[in-house]
């Protein structure tokens, strides 16, 4: 008998993991990977020029931003290669001041 509660070898074994394991301790309610609330308000974007850097074949990327137009074409020159590249424009002040366009690579 294992602590007064186990009456055989199979029960003793499921009472040694159930002790060992951390779960036992954490509440059933709640979600094992909510860390907090979550983000409700949207990611606000800076004043600059973006571009979005995706895997070839894949829909969604990384945003890239630049401070200034040629360094943004920069970045494009960079990344055409083995990326695929949606150039979203320039936002000022809040507003996307172009539509975004996807970037066909200069041959």
């Not at 199979?10 to 609330?37: C, V, Y």
């Not at 979550?38 to 895997?55: H, L, Q, S, W």
Request: proline share 6%; aromatic share 8%.
């Amino acid at each position: 008998m294992l602590f007064g509660i186990c009456n055989n070898k199979i029960d003793s074994e499921l009472f040694l993991r159930l002790i060992t394991s951390t779960d036992w301790r954490s509440n059933p309610a709640k979600s094992k990977n909510s860390m907090g609330r979550p983000p409700v308000k949207p990611k606000e974007f800076r004043n600059g020029f973006y571009i979005e850097v995706c895997n070839k074949g894949t829909k969604n990327g990384i945003k890239i931003v630049r401070d200034t137009k040629e360094e943004m074409l920069a970045a494009v020159k960079e990344y055409e290669k083995t990326k695929d590249i949606i150039i979203l424009g320039e936002f000022k002040s809040g507003k996307w001041q172009s539509d975004p366009k996807k970037h066909v690579p200069s041959t």
